[in-house]
């Protein structure tokens, strides 16, 4: 795994338009989400070469709290035409919640799914009590970072 920057961001309340509707996330999507995350990395610099298999396992540990506790309270998708569009996936890391993933499908690129998806989740870890959400990505996603600096995520 090549080296990824690590940030952090001090919750505040996120004015959200729900352009979308936000669907909770269960141990029966686990097939669809790795689907959705295999389109969403191949051909990027988060690509490693895993299989569908590989990322639904690793989706599934998520889930199921093998990484750190899963906080399925802040963890939605996004569904568009019967598929997984975008997706969040936020844990617990050493007592303070972590975006475990934050994905989207090719086609929904550019659609701000993952804006609503990033500030529908802190939303709910304000809700929840919590003050930070940390983060890691991968230093070529100039994207992805463009996205957390704009929320107001800070470089550690």
């Known amino acids: 795994m090549s080296k990824r920057i690590g940030m952090i961001y001090k919750l505040e309340p996120q004015k959200l338009q729900e352009h979308y509707s936000?669907?909770?996330?269960?141990?029966?999507?686990?097939?669809?989400?790795?689907?959705?995350?295999?389109?969403?990395?191949?051909?990027?610099?988060?690509?490693?070469?895993?299989?569908?298999?590989?990322?639904?396992?690793?989706?599934?540990?998520?889930?199921e709290s093998t990484f750190g506790i899963?906080?399925?309270d802040a963890s939605f998708q996004i569904r568009q035409n019967a598929e997984v569009a975008s997706v969040i996936l936020i844990s617990l890391y050493e007592g303070k919640p972590l975006i475990s993933e934050l994905f989207t499908r090719k086609k929904y690129m550019n659609l701000g799914m993952a804006s609503s998806l990033l500030k529908k989740s802190i939303n709910a870890l304000l809700?929840?009590?919590?003050?930070?959400?940390?983060?890691?990505?991968?230093?070529?996603?100039?994207?992805?970072?463009?996205?957390?600096?704009?929320i107001g995520f800070i470089e550690l």
């Open 70 to 72: 899963f906080i399925s």
């Open 127 to 150: 809700r929840l009590g919590y003050e930070e959400l940390a983060l890691y990505v991968h230093p070529k996603n100039v994207q992805a970072i463009n996205l957390y600096k704009k």
């Open 22 to 63: 936000f669907n909770r996330i269960s141990a029966n999507d686990i097939d669809d989400l790795a689907t959705s995350m295999l389109d969403a990395f191949r051909d990027t610099e988060d690509f490693e070469g895993e299989t569908l298999e590989e990322l639904g396992e690793e989706i599934r540990e998520i889930v």
